[in-house]
Nanobody, 121 residues
């Protein structure tokens, strides 16, 4: 069984920082591109940042320069460092893996359960 488990969300004041982590568990051989998405109340889920297996990154224009995505392939983990947080960053943040290859199967479009990030004074 393959799972993505996020951690690191919480309540932070405007201008503050948080670091999200997403760890994949299971008998994993490799993970394709990974990304962080977010969904605010009443809004559609949107891509925040993505990273390929080789480390190339892309960001939504709203977070560029404030957020940094990284990954540790040895730990099957992706991170999202969020700095200079704004109230409009408040959302549930989800981790996604394009595909996860295990010894017995390939799991496509794998999602974590989400972690709440609230930016408020």
């Amino acid at each position: 069984q393959v799972q993505l488990v996020e951690s690191g969300g919480g309540l932070v004041q405007p201008g503050g920082s948080l670091r999200l982590s997403c760890a994949a568990s299971g008998s994993i051989l490799s993970i394709y591109a990974m990304g962080w998405y977010r969904q605010a109340p009443g809004k559609q889920r949107e891509l925040v940042a993505g990273i390929t297996s080789g480390g190339s990154t892309n960001y939504a224009s709203t977070v560029k320069g404030r957020f940094t995505i990284s990954r540790d392939n040895a730990k099957n983990t992706v991170y999202l460092q969020m700095n200079s947080l704004k109230p409009e960053d408040t959302a549930v943040y989800y981790c996604n893996a394009e595909a996860i290859v295990t010894m017995t199967l390939v799991v496509n479009d794998c999602w974590g359960q989400g972690t709440q990030v609230t930016v408020s004074s």
